[in-house]
């Protein structure tokens, strides 16, 4: 299985704070994603990128940024946290026939 | 615009008492459909991928199967260790565009009473 960790798995910050959350792995996969899981949304799609430096945005960009200067690391940052931005944050990387593999979370709470 | 939808939204079972979950779509060219099985304070882990109608797959009591517009995760005689989220997600696109996105389902919630 290829090796993917999020940092850190739990975070509670104030109002207004930058955030930055890290996803890791030791494959080379070109993809990475991230998304993020809230009760009666399911899983929706914040960013992702296809390569170093190479980036997109997915359906609920706004207030998220990335980057990604190596090809195992890839950041997400939120630049102001705002409480609707509680969540809990998911990292994949995509593998063929596969889909994605998930990191474990991060469950963020912004108080 | 692509979508999917599962259903039911939540199911419980009695040991032993086969079911099937929905999974239903509508995408602009279907490259994937995939299974995943969630469990509390977990990452989705993978079940299957499902890439053209009448396709199959099985692992243990399940059994996906795909259809032109949905996917059903049938299973059979679960037991409580089956208890989990499962999520459909399915995997659009066109001609060589590929970025890998997929697009996801809210869930079904299966709950397996002893």
């Known amino acids: 299985d290829a090796g993917i960790t999020q940092s850190p798995r739990h975070k509670v910050t104030e109002t207004g704070t930058p955030v930055t959350l890290r996803c890791h792995q030791t494959?080379?996969?070109?993809?990475m994603y991230w998304y993020r899981q809230d009760p009666g949304h399911g899983l929706r799609l914040i960013h992702y990128?296809?390569?170093?430096?190479?980036?997109d945005k997915g359906e609920v960009s706004d207030g998220y940024s990335v980057s990604r200067s190596k090809t195992e690391d890839f950041l997400l940052t939120l630049e102001s946290a705002t409480s609707s931005q509680t969540s809990v944050y998911f990292c994949?990387?995509?593998?063929?026939?596969?889909?994605?593999?998930f990191g474990s979370g991060t469950r963020l709470t912004v108080v | 615009e692509d979508q999917v939808t599962q259903s039911p939204e939540a199911l419980r079972l009695q040991e032993g008492e086969s079911s099937s979950l929905n999974c239903s779509y509508t995408?602009?060219?279907?490259?994937?459909l995939f299974w995943y099985r969630q469990d509390p304070g977990k990452g989705p882990e993978f079940l299957f991928t499902?890439?053209?109608a009448g396709e199959e797959k099985e692992k243990e009591r399940l059994k996906a199967t795909l259809t032109k517009k949905e996917s059903f995760l049938h299973i059979t005689a679960p037991k409580p260790e089956d208890s989990a989220t499962y999520l459909c997600?399915?995997?659009?696109?066109?001609?060589?565009?590929?970025?890998?996105?997929?697009?996801f389902g809210q869930g079904t919630t299966l709950q397996v009473k002893p």
């Open positions: 995408v602009s060219g279907l490259r994937g």
């Open positions: 997600a399915v995997q659009a696109g066109q001609g060589s565009s590929n970025t890998g996105k997929l697009i």
């Open positions: 990128s296809y390569g170093v430096k190479d980036t």
């Open positions: 499902l890439y053209s």
């Open positions: 494959e080379n996969h070109r993809y």
């Open positions: 994949a990387i995509s593998r063929p026939n596969y889909g994605y593999t």
